[in-house]
């Protein structure tokens, strides 16, 4: 859960920093302080060629176009994982959502975690569909508006500071004691299309 948690912040930092200017309103229509959100959507399609298969740990190792190998473990719920053969021909999607908002304190911070699977039908060729939703709640500790930081405490009490990127709208609007939430949804679709050629 810390590998999570941590890849949480991470990632709530990158959305944060990249901007997410662009879904801010210029103006708001309200005296309201507007606080900062975004979402931020990544789809990445790739081929890859089965390179190594490990019966006994139930994980099978992919080759991608560049050269570079991941290997994912396949749980029980793969019916057809004995079909999966070095050589075959694999076609994955990857999907990664991270919304964020900011909002006035409610509540501490906390984690959670769903995984969904859905799989090929017993004897049909072996593919998954594996979505992971993370949801955070952080604290805001501090904040620097001069310096444009701001420390945040996670749902295991670990403090980070991180800078925000001058792209980020309503910046000022963040008080100390307010929420950030984020939700982090990752997919992975994989389908193996048989033997190369």
Do not use: W
């Not at 959305?15 to 801010?24: C, E, H, K, N, T």
């Not at 990445?44 to 190792?61: I, N, Y």
């Not at 396949?74 to 994955?92: A, C, L, S, Y």
Request: hydrophobic share 45%.
């Amino acid at each position: 859960m810390k590998k999570v948690l941590s890849l949480a912040m991470v990632l709530f930092m990158v959305v944060l920093l990249a901007g997410f200017a662009a879904a801010q309103d210029k103006k708001p229509a309200a005296k309201k302080a507007v606080k900062p959100a975004g979402v931020e959507v990544d789809v990445v399609k790739a081929a890859a060629v089965v390179d190594a298969v490990d019966a006994a740990k139930r994980t099978v190792t992919v080759k991608m176009l560049d050269g570079s190998t991941k290997t994912a473990k396949m749980g029980p719920e793969v019916k057809n994982f004995d079909q999966i053969k070095v050589g075959d021909r694999v076609n994955m999607t990857f999907y990664q959502s991270v919304a964020v908002f900011v909002a006035k304190s409610s509540e501490k911070p906390s984690a959670s975690e769903v995984q969904t699977v859905e799989v090929a039908p017993k004897g049909a060729k072996p593919g998954a569909v594996v979505v992971d939703t993370v949801e955070v709640v952080a604290k805001v500790e501090s904040i620097n508006y001069k310096k444009r930081t701001v420390t945040l405490k996670g749902p295991e009490g670990n403090v980070r500071t991180f800078t925000v990127d001058k792209a980020v709208k309503n910046f000022k609007n963040i008080k100390k004691g307010d929420d950030v939430y984020l939700r982090i949804t990752e997919a992975m679709a994989i389908k193996v299309e048989g033997q190369g050629k």
